[in-house]
Structures are given as C-alpha cells and as structure tokens.
C-alpha cells in the first residue's frame, strides 16, 4: 500500500518525508490556495522533495482548457500527475491525455459508475472521496469496496487513491479492502504511529529507568 500525502505544505512534506511515509503527493486548489505562493511555485518545489506521482489539479472546466492546463503542468516534471474533475469534459480530457501518455488521476469520484467511466477513459489514477461522503452520512469505504470489485472484475489498470481521508480508521479500512494508495494529511498520518499504551508504557520504561543505578 502506497501513502501520498495530501497537502500543498512543502513543510508538511519535508516532515512526512523524514519519516519515509510519503510515496507520492496529492494537492488541490484549495490546499494551494492557503499556501500563499503559486500553484507553478508549489508544485516545481514538490517535485524536488519527492520522487513519485504529483498531483497537479487542473481549474478549466472545458476540455480544451483541461488539455492545454494537463501539457504544461506535465512539462514541470516527468512524475506529474495531472488531476482532472469527473465530468463529462473531465473524461474527454482524460481519453486525450491516456493516448498523449499523460497520467491522469481523475477527482471528485463519489459514485462507482463514475469510477467506471473513469478506468475506460483511460485514468491512472481514480480518487473516491471517502470522508466527504461520511459528512453526508454516506458510508465513504463502502464506496471504496465497490470501485475495487468492478475493477478487478475487468481487471482495470486504474489505481485506486482513497482521498478525503479524515482518521486512522479510513487507512486501516482502505488497507483492509487492499486500496493501492492512501493519500493522507498530516495529521492523520502522525495519528498511525500513535497509541496510548505505547506513550504510557515508554513513560514507565523512562522512570523505571531512572532507578537503575549508572
Ligand atoms: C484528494 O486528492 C483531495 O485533495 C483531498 O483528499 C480532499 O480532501 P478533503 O475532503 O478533506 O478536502
């Protein structure tokens, strides 16, 4: 199982770095966007801290402009990703870019037809939003289970990246079902590491310690 890390914070992936946690990385316009800098400054920088998938988000909603967005993002860096919206512009976006051999991860997947579609049109990559479902009282793995029997029914190339993950429990879950990717924001991926008995029964090991005689 790959984890990305999902954020356009260099620092954030500088950290996540250091703790070889992070296969790839997942941005958006809105993570850009509380960055301050420029979605080109963003990404260039990313490409030099990590080596595998980046995800760059296209903002045209037109086919036309998806593509012209797609072949300059994929210029930045030969492991860019390009992140295209799941409409129905998004798909003939997608089927373009699929015979340019532009890798596409298309975003915004809340329904397995639509992960259907996707994996015909030719994405690398697929992201169902699982947390963005639960706030709507959806069950968002349940999602995540379907896309990853559909495509091993056609046995669809297509990389599954469970997205919008908000706890450990979305990891441990899309680790259960055998998601390829998790792509996982800071936070989160600190809570993997983390247990209460683990922190207290340090804290017992470093007191008793004090008492043996040096
Ligand atoms: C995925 O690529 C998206 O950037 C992200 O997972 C969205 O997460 P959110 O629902 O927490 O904004």
């Known amino acids: 199982m790959k984890f990305f890390m999902d954020t356009a914070d260099v620092s954030e992936i500088r950290e996540g770095m250091s703790i070889g946690m ?11 966007s509380q960055t301050g800098r420029t979605f080109r400054d963003v990404i260039e920088e990313i490409c030099t801290i990590v080596n595998g998938p980046i995800n760059a988000e296209v903002v045209s909603t037109d086919t036309e402009g998806m593509l012209k967005e797609a072949r300059s993002l994929s210029e930045i860096h030969p492991n860019i990703v390009v ?40 994405a690398a990559y697929v992201s169902p939003f699982v947390g963005r479902l639960d706030d709507i009282s959806k069950v968002g793995m349940e999602l995540v289970e379907q896309i990853d029997t559909i495509y091993q029914n056609y ?60």
Do not use: Y
């Open 155 to 214: 046995a669809f190339e297509t990389e599954i990246i469970v997205a919008s993950v908000r706890n450990p429990l979305h990891v441990l879950e899309a680790a259960m079902i055998g998601a390829d990717i998790a792509t996982i924001p800071l936070k989160v991926m600190k809570q993997l590491m983390e247990h209460p008995l683990t922190t207290s029964g340090l804290a017992q090991f470093l007191k008793d310690w004090e008492k043996v005689p040096k």
């Open 22 to 32: 992070v296969d790839g990385v997942t941005t958006n316009p809105s993570l850009v």
């Open 83 to 122: 992140k295209i919206p799941m409409t129905q512009s998004g798909m003939q976006a997608v089927r373009v870019l699929s015979t340019e051999g532009i890798k596409t991860n298309v975003t915004l997947v809340f329904s397995p037809t639509q992960a259907l579609v996707a994996a015909k049109a030719g």
